[in-house]
């Protein structure tokens, strides 16, 4: 299984690279995201899910990176029931009628009609959990002693990935190296449904050999590749 956000070396859509600044609205959209997840209305595996993953490819190579994470924040409050779709519609269309005209020159700017107390508002448990301590720190001592330890020779399991992972497809089977062992957490498979009963893991930054990984790799012997893999996708090189 592939999904969607796994592309795995398919065709996608050109990238131009850009060295500048976060535009206004892709600075604005982080801070959305933010807030929603220290407000309890979803974890960032959920984001990510929602954004990169559970979209069509012609949203996820026709929208940019941080289109998809605005459009993932109006899906996650419709799914949760925090506003109608016929809500955000209106308000869309006022916003289309206020800048009718463009930006020029002028700032993005809300205008909430009302502000409501929030004591009914549906959160997950895991943002008070973790105030004063934070995230990943929260599971500190939770998932017992590491598998693996640095320098220690892994293969990455090729597990079937059915509805999400963060684990690239291209390592999935290929042979690596601990190059550090990293912090305790609820696998991405597991914490992007908002599961509080989740066992933590350790997690690991495993080092991969360039011209080992990819065939007919042009650069040299000693370039490398390293990434963060749950311990559930790592098994003892033989």
């Given at each position: ?30 801070v959305i995201c933010e807030v929603l997840a220290w407000r309890g209305i979803w974890l960032s595996e959920e ?117 999400y992972t963060r684990t690239p497809e291209y390592v999935r089977g290929a042979k690596g190296v601990i190059a ?59």
């Amino acid at each position: 299984m592939k999904t969607v956000h796994d592309v795995g070396g398919e065709p996608d859509a050109p990238m131009k690279y850009e060295n500048k600044e976060y535009e206004y609205w892709e600075h604005m959209t982080y801070v959305i995201c933010e807030v929603l997840a220290w407000r309890g209305i979803w974890l960032s595996e959920e984001r990510r899910r929602i954004g990169n993953v559970d979209v069509g490819r012609a949203i996820y190579q026709g929208i940019p990176y941080y289109g998809r994470w605005l459009w993932a924040v109006a899906r996650v409050l419709i799914e949760k029931h925090h506003i109608s779709h016929g809500e955000l519609t209106d308000r869309m269309v006022e916003v289309q009628e206020r800048y009718r005209d463009g930006l020029a020159g002028r700032m993005l700017e809300a205008t909430p009609k009302s502000e409501g107390d929030g004591a009914d508002v549906r959160r997950n448990e895991h943002h008070i959990r973790a105030v004063g301590i934070g995230d990943p720190q929260i599971y500190a001592g939770k998932a017992g002693t590491p598998k693996f330890s640095v320098g220690e020779a892994v293969v990455v399991r090729d597990l079937p990935a059915l509805l999400y992972t963060r684990t690239p497809e291209y390592v999935r089977g290929a042979k690596g190296v601990i190059a550090e062992v990293t912090y305790e957490s609820p696998a991405p498979e597991d914490e992007t449904w908002d599961r509080t009963d989740a066992t933590p893991e350790w997690f690991y930054i495993v080092r991969f050999n360039l011209s080992e990984l990819f065939y007919g790799y042009t650069g040299t012997s000693t370039d490398t590749l390293q990434t963060e893999i749950p311990e559930r996708w790592l098994e003892k090189s033989l």
